[in-house]
């Protein structure tokens, strides 16, 4: 049994710009695990069988990324009330009867990022702004609610996703037009972009944030840039900002710690390993 190699990784198409592998190597050699993790390119025409043969080709478990987040949960044998909430799922363990069992952690790694970034953080000390209305906006929306956050201004370019999250998701949010972001910002304690927006290659995130109390804690979860123009924006005002970075490397280690037995930490070094190939975030 020593001997055994234990096996995981991750399913997408494309996948060859996952940082996941880099991320689980790094973990696996820090903690002398006799492991494998790989990124493994699955379009969705062999997904069926992917997930079919998962436990007969020896695999610990998975983690799923696009374009399989959701039509993955029809392959599965129980699901996490967090991930049915959610409507996706980006880990999957496998027992020891061959059964699948599938979660979605994006949400765990976006608060703790937050109390690792921001020892001051606390969900239920006011509202929180989101914007956008897309996967990561419902991660973040059903993690901020469990959280105990007391209300989420939902605020995105198309009001009929926003209004989809909202149905979709138990709890007291309320629908903001896009129009309407910067008066928004008022009497938040928390503002999150969750849009591809100000990531490079793509267009400014265009917001003024003179209406938020420079109590409010800022974060994005864009990590390239690694400071964006937002973070950048609130940090000269005086608030408080944590990086996206945190929320890729904590969403990794429940997977890890089901998979391999080991509870990993998110360290500066594995931060400086992952940046290592994102060019420091510049």
Known sequence: ???????????????????????????????????????????????????????????????????????????????????????????????????????????????????????????????????????????VVVALIDEGTPFIKLVNRTLERAKEIAADIDGPIQIIDWGDRDIALKDAALLVNTTTLGMKGNPPLDISLDELPLEALVTDIVYAPLETDLLKAARLRGNATVDGLGMLLHQARPGFAAWFGVEPQVTDALRNHVLAVLGAGK
């Not at 996941?20 to 695990?33: D, N, T």
């Not at 959701?70 to 599965?76: A, D, G, I, P, Y």
Request: net charge neutral; with cysteine; proline share 4%.
């Open 1 to 139: 049994m020593s001997d055994q190699i234990i096996k995981a990784g991750v399913i997408g198409w494309p996948i060859d710009h996952s940082l996941s592998p880099r991320l689980h190597g790094f973990w696996l050699q820090k903690y002398g695990i006799k492991g494998s993790y790989e990124a493994i390119a699955v379009d969705k025409k062999s997904l069926p069988s992917m997930m079919e043969n998962l436990a007969k080709d020896g695999f610990s478990g998975l983690n799923i990324t696009v374009p399989h987040k959701e039509s993955v949960l029809q392959h599965l044998h129980t699901i996490s009330d967090q991930a049915r909430r959610i409507g996706a799922v980006n880990t999957v363990v496998v027992d020891e009867n061959g059964q699948l069992s599938g979660t979605n952690t994006d949400g765990y790694g976006f608060i703790e990022n937050l109390k690792q970034g921001c020892a001051k953080f606390d969900a239920a000390k006011g509202p929180a702004v989101v914007l956008g209305a897309g996967g990561a906006a419902r991660a």
